[in-house]
C-alpha cells in the first residue's frame, strides 16, 4: 500500500523526468519514460551513467538507443527479480524436503516403540506393566498427533507460499511480455516467438512469412497532434489489427511506432493478403478525438513481407522483411511490398 509520502516522491520525480525528456525531445512513450523515471530517481548507477556519457558525446537519443537502455537496464531488473523469486521456490520446495525427512523419523520411532510395546505386552503377566505400557503408547500416539498437526499446518503454510510466489513470477512475466501501452507483445518476447517457428518450420518444412507494418509519417503526426493522441492512434491501431488476425498468427511492437505480424503456416501470397487487407482497413478509418474534439483524418502504414528462406536465422529474416519495409515506405508508403 502506498503511502502520501510515497505518492509526493513519486510526483516529484514525474515533475522531474518530464522536462528531461523535453529538452532532448523524446517521444513518452511507455519504455522511454521507463527509462527516464529511472534516471531522475538516481536508484539505477549503470543506468544514470551511461546516459550521462551519451549526453557528454552528445549522442542523439534515438529509439534504438531506448531500447538498448530499457533491454538493458529496466527489463533485465525484471528478469533478475524472476530469479529470485525462483530461488524463493527452491527454498521452499527444500524446507518441505526437510520436514518430510523429520516427518519420517518421527514416524520411524512411533513405529519402534509399538513394535517394543507389542512384544512386551505377550510376555508380561503384570497388570501394572500393562498399565503403564497402555499409559506409554497413549503418549506417544499423542505426540504422533501433534507432530501430524504441526506437519499439516507446515504444508499448508508452504502451499500458500507457493502459490503467492507462482502470482508474482506470473505477474513479472506479464510485465516483460507486454507491451503497456498496446498489450501486444514486446519485440523481446516476438523475438523469442520468431526463433522458437524458425527452428519449427526449418525443421518440419513449414512456410512461415514475416510482415512488418510502420505507421506513415508518424514523426510529422505527433509534432501536430502530440503526444498523447499519438499513443492512443497506436493503441487503435494495435487492437485494429489484433481484431482481424486469425488462428496462430501473433502480433508485436516491433518498434516505436511499427508492429511486426509472425504468421505461421502461412507462404507468402498468403502473408500478403493478410497485411493488404489490414492495411486497407486502416486507411478505410477517418480518425478524430471526441474528447479534445480534433478531426485527426486518415492514418496509413507501409509494410514489409517476407516469407522464411531455408538458410535464414532471425537477422536475416527481419533485414529482408525491414528492406521491404524501407522500399514500401520509398515509393510513397501505404503500401505493401514482398
Not at 510485465?175 to 498496446?182: A, F, G, K, Y
Not at 478524430?288 to 502504414?301: M, R
Request: one cysteine or more; glycine letters at 4%.
Amino acid at each position: 500500500m502506498q503511502t502520501s509520502s510515497d505518492i509526493g516522491l513519486a510526483v516529484s520525480l514525474l515533475k522531474q523526468t518530464l522536462p528531461e525528456m523535453q529538452k532532448r525531445n523524446i517521444a513518452t512513450t511507455p519504455e522511454n519514460y521507463a527509462v527516464w523515471y529511472e534516471y531522475v530517481s538516481g536508484r539505477n548507477a549503470e543506468l544514470v551513467n551511461e546516459i550521462n556519457l551519451l549526453d557528454l558525446n552528445r549522442s542523439s537519443f534515438t529509439s534504438n538507443v531506448h531500447r538498448e537502455l530499457y533491454q538493458k537496464h529496466i527489463a533485465s531488473q525484471h528478469e533478475a527479480t524472476v530469479n529470485q523469486l525462483s530461488d524463493s521456490v527452491k527454498q521452499v520446495i527444500n524446507e518441505f524436503l526437510l520436514r518430510s525427512r523429520h516427518e519420517g523419523e518421527g514416524l520411524g520411532v512411533y513405529s519402534k516403540a509399538l513394535n517394543d510395546i507389542s512384544s512386551e505386552v505377550n510376555t508380561t503377566q503384570d497388570i501394572a506393566e500393562l498399565k503403564l505400557m497402555i499409559a506409554q503408547l497413549i503418549e506417544h500416539t499423542k505426540e504422533r498427533e501433534a507432530a501430524t498437526c504441526a506437519m499439516q499446518e507446515s504444508l499448508e503454510s508452504m502451499s500458500n507460499e507457493m502459490q503467492r510466489l507462482k502470482n508474482e513470477v506470473a505477474r513479472l512475466s506479464g510485465e516483460t511480455s507486454v507491451d503497456p501501452l498496446t498489450r501486444i507483445s514486446t519485440r523481446a518476447t516476438f523475438d523469442e516467438d520468431l526463433a522458437m517457428h524458425i527452428s519449427m518450420s526449418q525443421s518440419q518444412d513449414e512456410a512461415l512469412s514475416l510482415a512488418i507494418l510502420e505507421v506513415d509519417q508518424f514523426d510529422q503526426f505527433r509534432d501536430k497532434f502530440g503526444d498523447t493522441i499519438g499513443d492512443k492512434v497506436l493503441k487503435f491501431i494495435s487492437t485494429l489489427f489484433k481484431k482481424h488476425l486469425k488462428g496462430n498468427d501473433l502480433i508485436a511492437r516491433y518498434d516505436e511506432y511499427s508492429f511486426a505480424l509472425l504468421l505461421p503456416d502461412t507462404q507468402l501470397e498468403g502473408a500478403i493478403t493478410v497485411a493488404e487487407n489490414l492495411r486497407q482497413r486502416l486507411a478505410k478509418q477517418t480518425l478524430s478525438d471526441s474528447a479534445e474534439k480534433l478531426q485527426l483524418g486518415t492514418i496509413t502504414v507501409s509494410c514489409g513481407v517476407a516469407e522464411l528462406n531455408k538458410n535464414d536465422d532471425i537477422k536475416s529474416f527481419n533485414k529482408r522483411a525491414e528492406a521491404l519495409l524501407s522500399a514500401a515506405r520509398f515509393e510513397g508508403g501505404n503500401r505493401v511490398q514482398s
